[in-house]
């Protein structure tokens, strides 16, 4: 069984540049969940994609997007970037619309925006 | 709005303490419960988690939560820690009927245990 990966695992980006961070979902899952942990906080939710439309939101501005493949793989893309983005962003899969089944964690990915 | 309060930020123990971490949530209907542990260099793992039945859940490595309804708290336990324990501890909640499932985090405890 393939646990969640992300790549890459280090990036750094100057302000008002875009980003895009990679997911593959553990094998069998197809709901792929992204998370903003910020240096000494909890994950926020940003979205959720299931069978490769969107299913949900948290309290992000839309330039915070996101993709599904067939795959049920993931991209999040983040347009404009701000010195706030610098974070760790984690992508998590389940094997439903995430509502009662638990989340698997990726690594992260480690965003710096200078 | 759905929230989740750890009450400790910073917990130091030595090896063999028992250990308590706190959990509190703001949700009026049907909750799930987790608790994650982020070892240092490492990704979220899952401790344990509550859906139904018997309220004091077991999870690895010989941890255990306690759902209490009346309080809206999931507090963490073990009885005796050990120095392989050090990592940051997560509570979190997802409503079943919330739209996309997603989990709301604590800020998270971090546990430095002393050999």
């Known amino acids: 069984e393939t646990g969640v990966t992300q790549s890459p695992t280090h990036l750094i980006k100057t302000r008002g540049q875009q980003v895009t961070l990679r997911c593959s979902s553990q094998?069998?899952?197809?709901?792929v969940s992204w998370y903003q942990q910020a240096l000494g906080q909890g994950p926020q939710f940003i979205f959720q994609?299931?069978?490769?439309?969107?299913?949900g939101r948290g309290n992000f501005p839309p330039r915070f997007s996101g993709l599904q493949f067939p795959n049920y793989s993931s991209e999040l893309n983040v347009n404009a970037l701000e010195l706030d983005d610098s974070a760790l962003y984690l992508c998590?899969?389940?094997?439903?619309?995430?509502?009662?089944?638990?989340?698997?964690f990726g690594p992260g990915t480690r965003l710096t925006v200078t | 709005a759905q929230s989740v309060s750890q009450h400790n930020h910073h917990v130091i123990l030595s090896e063999a303490a028992s250990l308590e971490l706190g959990c509190n949530y703001s949700?009026?209907?049907?909750?799930?419960l987790f608790w994650y542990v982020q070892y240092p260099g490492q990704h979220l793992q899952l401790l344990l988690k509550?859906?139904?039945?018997?309220?004091l859940v077991k999870g690895i490595k010989g941890f255990e939560a306690e759902f209490i309804k009346s309080k809206f708290s999931f507090n963490l336990r073990k009885p005796s820690v050990q120095w392989s324990d050090t990592a940051e501890y997560f509570c979190?909640?997802?409503?079943?009927?919330?739209?996309?499932?997603?989990?709301?985090f604590g800020q998270g405890t971090e546990l430095s245990v002393k050999p």
């Open positions: 998590a899969s389940s094997d439903s619309k995430g509502q009662t089944y638990e989340q698997y």
């Open positions: 094998s069998g899952h197809n709901t």
């Open positions: 994609y299931y069978r490769e439309e969107e299913n």
């Open positions: 949700y009026g209907g049907t909750v799930n």
């Open positions: 509550y859906f139904s039945g018997d309220p």
């Open positions: 979190a909640v997802t409503a079943i009927y919330n739209q996309g499932g997603k989990l709301i």
